[in-house]
């Protein structure tokens, strides 16, 4: 059977975080016990890691990340590398907000042997036109940079091949801010098999998000030079790659 780990970050979910693990963690049941679900908190300011640990001692597959820097990309890198190397099959990553729906996993696991990673598609987006709009901008400029065309880039449903997403984590940097953008990029860029399939995506269900536009803005900033490099590197090892 297929250990699976479902993964997510935290930051100030107070309002969130038990309702949300309660949603998720069923999802474990009939899996192998070493399957897990895994909440990255670090920094956070109220009471989500008193809530996690609480959960914790009743849930016996909840696991806690807690040294794995305040930011959103670092706490990705950090569970998708504490999956791997406990030798997860599959790692499924969702977000602690509440936004996406346990109802729609089951129809990505029953798929999961046909594909390296399937990747949600948010057609409809409860989050504001604002995102949906930097969304846009994000799949038009992988398209210009990399050749790649995908309907959304960023979704925080996605399930992926353990073995499949180790090759592409390591050319990541630990700290790296926007790490599903650029998976989801190396998925398609180097012909993984992958799907899209639609997924829904409601309003936040509690709390505030600590991501707002202007931050997007800034990380979108960076993202260009990062995007120059990540090119130059996934030329050279295509052409090594052929070469062999």
């Not at 930011?71 to 599959?90: N, R, S, T, V, W």
């Not at 504001?128 to 050749?147: H, N």
């Not at 098999?193 to 409601?202: A, G, M």
């Amino acid at each position: 059977m297929d250990v699976l780990y479902i993964v997510m970050p935290a930051y100030n979910e107070e309002a969130n975080i038990e309702s949300v693990v309660r949603a998720w963690y069923p999802l474990l049941n009939g899996k192998p016990e070493t399957s897990r679900l895994v909440v990255a908190d670090s920094g956070s300011t109220d009471r989500t890691h008193e809530i996690l640990s609480a959960l914790s001692r009743e849930l016996p597959q909840l696991e806690i990340l807690s040294e794995t820097g305040k930011q959103h990309g670092p706490k990705l890198m950090a569970l998708y590398g504490y999956a791997i190397e406990k030798q997860a099959d599959f790692v499924f990553q969702t977000d602690s907000d509440g936004q996406t729906d346990p109802a729609e996993f089951d129809a990505f696991w029953n798929r999961r042997n046909e594909y390296a990673g399937i990747f949600g598609n948010r057609t409809v987006r409860g989050d504001g036109r604002s995102r949906a709009f930097v969304e846009r901008v994000v799949c038009l400029l992988l398209k210009l940079y990399f050749g790649v065309k995908v309907p959304d880039a960023n979704a925080p449903f996605r399930l992926m091949r353990s073995e499949i997403l180790k090759k592409y984590t390591g050319r990541l940097p630990a700290d790296y801010n926007i790490p599903n953008i650029m998976l989801t990029t190396y998925f398609v860029y180097f012909g993984e098999k992958t799907d899209f399939p639609v997924i829904s995506f409601r309003e936040r269900q509690g709390g505030e998000n600590s991501i707002n536009i202007r931050k997007i803005c800034g990380v979108g900033w960076k993202a260009l030079s990062d995007f120059h490099n990540f090119k130059e590197e996934m030329i050279r090892s295509a052409k090594q790659t052929g070469s062999e």
